[in-house]
């Protein structure tokens, strides 16, 4: 029957390429599979048996993924360009737009957001003008599997099946301790699958109207995952997330008609060359791309979209808002980075991810909730891709991609952490998380490792923003690496205090008891590995992958650190976690148990109260200081708005003006 499969696939769509050969029926895979399990997911209401489904469904896309990955290794790391004839898929894909457009109004109807359906109806109808009615285009491949591409289906494929694992011990427990919502887990996984397999499609597509399709797929179920409540708030999140992202997708669609009168294709390589050789056709749809990809990846000014989708389930968090739909506008963005080096389109988007990579890092300092430390520390890293895209060598795009893999494993392993943890805790505010790790020992392990993956050297995040800095310096960015030293310095703060809390030493009798699921437990374990074996072998990495990747986007690749100093790096690793290990094994000790803590003041003999000099008696306790009258949000937001959404009306119409 596979046989059979391939060789339909081979005949209709007349590809015959000895490279693409053994992996080019796992693409339509990848991309359909995760649909026809979606619905199963709706159609079967039994929680075992529909769960046993999302098992095995989630181990054969990792399967398929990793044979995928290594058929294409042993290829020689090709790049193919596929699947050039595909008329009827085309018409098949404008219906799925038409279908979605209707979901969205029918929704915004049923919810009083009538005008957010005009961002669906009207892109919707001028695509279909053009498809039908617009000029021919060029023949073009509409896949393109290259270093980049494949790199997103490892993080789509590896952690998005992880976290599927994740889910289903998590929303066991989520309706358990939430009864007041109604358990509508086939959804929820139906929404997960359908996630995934647009995920693989885009970034895998080639052509801007495959790009197009996805893109509004991804939004669609971003949108629907965060309203999952269907409390007041959560419907309100949902559809700021919804028209957010819709704006970018109507931008999308206007540089994609734009691109299509103008350079009669609609290939992205193709628009990124002619951005390259500096032709002006080039200019503008590269600028509104370039601007589409800032509201999926949450940049300012549509960086609330974010924040507000922390209302949904923290699945949802750790697989649309952190580990891979952010990274879709990052994706796009390293697409369009040769064609932005040098320009007024990279100045914008520089200027734009290195502002919000600061901004955010500020306003993650006054925040409590560990949830929304995540998603302001989301937002602000991937401000810091954004700017690498936006400076566009070679150098920061060797940063951008090993900020992307650490980003994608830290943040997958502390949203499913801290979800663990809340279960456990029933709270997730970051001050009860004190001596976590004394108390809650697996999970404040796993926090540990997550936090120090994102802040400590040699973990990827330091080298990156020094690599990034580097080449502000080298192009005379004198804004940006001002953005990147401040902003490298205020996430070194929060963080510190987040890491401190939860290997500080406390001897409360308070139980807690660990309820964290076998499903839940093993992807955080495996994120874990991850994480620690990334720090090992990213030298290695950056050799085998990340320089060859390089050569592909720009023709030579740039040695950002030696050889000796990236592995003269991997030795701290082991030095880092000495000191949870010994903080863990000093406070088990009864030695410590009975050692009494100066106070300052007469210590009563329980290490919780003491005699201040005035003889009365106080309670001890300790607290992190959180600016939150300061730099938290309602303070800062929104003049951070009006200051990108200012600088970016001017550079489009200098932009603009300069093209025209």
């Not at 290594?70 to 290829?75: E, G, K, N, P, S």
């Not at 790391?77 to 457009?101: N, Q, R």
């Not at 009538?114 to 073009?140: C, D, K």
């Not at 080039?282 to 209302?311: E, N």
Request: hydrophobic share 55%; with cysteine; aromatic share 14%.
């Amino acid at each position: 029957m596979l046989h059979g499969l391939k060789a339909f696939i081979k005949y209709y769509l007349n590809i015959y390429n000895k490279e693409g050969e053994k992996i080019m029926w796992m693409i339509p895979f990848l991309i359909c599979f995760p649909f026809v399990v979606s619905v199963l997911m709706y159609t079967i209401r039994k929680n075992n048996v529909r769960n046993t489904i999302a098992y095995i469904s989630a181990g054969i896309i990792m399967a398929v993924t990793a044979l995928f990955v290594v058929q294409w290794i042993f290829a020689g790391s090709p790049v193919l360009e596929l699947y050039y004839h595909t008329h009827t898929i085309d018409l098949i894909m404008l219906g799925a737009v038409w279908l979605l457009m209707f979901v969205v109004t029918y929704l915004s109807f049923k919810y009083r957001k009538r005008l957010v359906s005009l961002l669906s109806i009207i892109p919707t109808l001028m695509i279909t003008y053009f498809e039908l009615m617009g000029p021919e285009m060029a023949e073009i491949a509409h896949i393109r599997v290259d270093r980049l591409s494949v790199l997103m289906c490892i993080i789509i494929g590896l952690i998005g099946s992880l976290i599927v694992i994740y889910s289903v011990g998590y929303m066991h427990g989520y309706h358990h301790l939430h009864t007041e919502f109604e358990d509508r887990r086939y959804y929820f996984f139906m929404l997960l699958f359908i996630f995934l397999g647009s995920m693989f499609g885009f970034v895998l597509s080639e052509s801007l109207l495959w790009i197009d399709l996805f893109w509004e797929m991804t939004s669609i179920c971003s949108f629907l995952l965060i309203g999952y409540t269907r409390t007041e708030e959560a419907i309100n999140n949902s559809f700021r997330a919804l028209w957010m992202n819709l704006l970018g997708g109507a931008g999308l669609v206007v540089a994609i008609i734009y691109a299509g009168y103008q350079t009669g294709s609609l290939s992205l390589q193709s628009l990124v060359s002619l951005g390259v050789a500096g032709e002006k056709a080039a200019i503008i749809p590269v600028a509104l791309i370039a601007v589409a990809a800032l509201t999926k990846a949450a940049q300012m000014p549509f960086s609330t979209w974010l924040m507000g989708a922390m209302v949904a389930p923290t699945p949802s968090s750790a697989l649309l808002h952190s580990a891979t739909m952010v990274k879709a506008g990052i994706y796009v963005l390293f697409r369009l980075a040769p064609a932005m080096s040098g320009t007024q389109t990279g100045l914008l988007i520089s200027f734009i991810g290195g502002f919000t990579f600061l901004a955010a890092s500020i306003m993650a300092i006054a925040q409590t909730d560990g949830k929304k430390v995540l998603a302001f520390s989301t937002i602000s890293n991937l401000g810091l891709m954004v700017a690498c895209a936006g400076v566009g060598t070679p150098e920061t795009i060797w940063a951008g991609i090993f900020l992307m893999m650490f980003h994608a494993i830290s943040k997958s392993l502390l949203f499913q952490n801290v979800g663990a943890t809340e279960n456990s805790l029933h709270s997730r505010d970051i001050e009860d998380m004190h001596g976590l790790i004394y108390r809650l020992p697996r999970l404040g392990a796993f926090m540990f490792i997550g936090i120090a993956g994102m802040f400590l050297a040699p973990f990827g995040m330091l080298i990156s923003k020094w690599s990034a800095l580097k080449a502000s310096v080298d192009t005379s960015n004198i804004m940006l690496v001002i953005f990147i030293v401040y902003g490298s310095a205020t996430t070194m703060f929060y963080w510190t205090k987040w890491m401190s809390k939860i290997i500080s030493y406390t001897d409360t009798e308070i139980k807690v008891r660990d309820i964290t699921k076998k499903d839940e437990l093993l992807s955080l374990f495996i994120h874990a590995g991850l994480m620690i074996a990334l720090c090992l072998l990213f030298p290695v990495l950056s050799v085998v992958y990340v320089e060859p990747l390089l050569t592909e986007m720009f023709g030579v690749a740039t040695a950002v650190l030696p050889k000796e100093v990236l592995f003269l790096l991997i030795a701290i690793v082991c030095f880092i976690f000495i000191a949870p290990i010994m903080a863990f094994r000093y406070a088990t000790t009864a030695k410590v148990r009975q050692k009494l803590s100066y106070m300052n003041g007469i210590n009563v003999g329980n290490n919780k109260e003491f005699i201040d000099s005035m003889g009365e008696n106080k309670h001890l306790f300790m607290t992190n200081w959180y600016f939150a009258h300061t730099f938290g949000q309602r303070k800062l937001m929104q003049p951070c708005e009006w200051i990108t959404i200012a600088f970016m009306i001017v550079m489009l119409c200098m932009i603009i003006g300069g093209a025209l």
